[in-house]
């Protein structure tokens, strides 16, 4: 079993590496009206804001100056809250009250590892989430759809045939294309 602490520095350094490899922040991405730039912004803003509902108060970081620095400097902080959480709890009026680390995990890292696929494609790769956690994603998602459909997270679920591979399921009901291509 990994730790929270493991998952997030696995799923961060996969996501880093996509934004290394980032030459243009404009290139449009899967999530209609987000550019590359938009889905580090995404991470990096909402996940700050969030954490103030632990007493964590972070600086605020210029994405659009420098994507890079910022995503590397906001990986930093989060790893150190996940590396010692010091028992502090997460006060959110949607998500209750949580463990700061479990909230993270629940909530942003789950992000980042789903926003790893917006940016692959926006980068012209073939992301690979892994189709067991697709799977166990899915599964954990299903039942609670109208709520997340209501919460203005996620899009409409797009048809995918029976036999969709379970990333490609995932992405779907996420409101995404699989087949989705910035080149297109």
């Given at each position: 079993?990994?730790?929270?602490?493991?998952?997030?520095?696995?799923?961060?350094?996969?996501?880093?590496?996509?934004?290394?490899?980032?030459?243009?922040?404009?290139?449009?991405?899967?999530?209609?009206?987000?550019?590359?730039?938009?889905?580090?912004?995404h991470?990096v803003?909402?996940?700050?804001?969030?954490?103030?509902?632990?007493g964590?108060?972070?600086?605020?970081?210029?994405?659009?100056?420098?994507?890079?620095?910022?995503?590397?400097?906001?990986?930093?902080?989060?790893?150190?809250?996940?590396?010692?959480?010091?028992?502090?709890?997460?006060?959110?009026?949607?998500?209750?009250?949580?463990?700061?680390?479990?909230?993270?995990?629940?909530?942003?890292?789950?992000?980042?590892?789903?926003?790893?696929?917006?940016?692959?494609?926006?980068?012209?790769?073939?992301?690979?989430?892994?189709?067991?956690?697709?799977?166990?994603?899915?599964?954990?998602?299903?039942?609670?759809?109208?709520?997340?459909?209501?919460?203005?997270?996620?899009?409409?679920?797009?048809?995918?045939?029976?036999?969709?591979?379970?990333?490609?399921?995932?992405?779907?009901?996420?409101?995404?294309?699989?087949?989705?291509?910035?080149?297109?």
């Amino acid at each position: 079993m990994t730790s929270r602490a493991q998952q997030h520095a696995h799923d961060a350094a996969r996501f880093t590496e996509l934004v290394d490899a980032t030459d243009d922040w404009s290139r449009p991405s899967p999530v209609t009206g987000w550019t590359a730039l938009d889905i580090v912004k995404h991470l990096v803003e909402w996940s700050r804001g969030f954490l103030r509902g632990a007493g964590i108060e972070l600086p605020a970081l210029d994405v659009a100056a420098d994507p890079v620095a910022a995503w590397k400097q906001h990986v930093t902080d989060v790893q150190a809250i996940l590396d010692d959480p010091a028992g502090r709890v997460l006060s959110n009026p949607h998500t209750g009250d949580k463990p700061v680390d479990e909230a993270i995990d629940q909530f942003y890292t789950a992000d980042v590892w789903m926003h790893t696929w917006d940016l692959a494609k926006a980068l012209g790769r073939e992301p690979d989430l892994g189709e067991e956690r697709c799977r166990a994603a899915l599964a954990a998602m299903k039942p609670m759809e109208q709520v997340l459909r209501d919460s203005g997270q996620f899009g409409p679920a797009v048809p995918v045939s029976d036999d969709a591979s379970a990333q490609d399921a995932l992405m779907a009901f996420i409101g995404r294309d699989p087949s989705w291509s910035a080149d297109d």
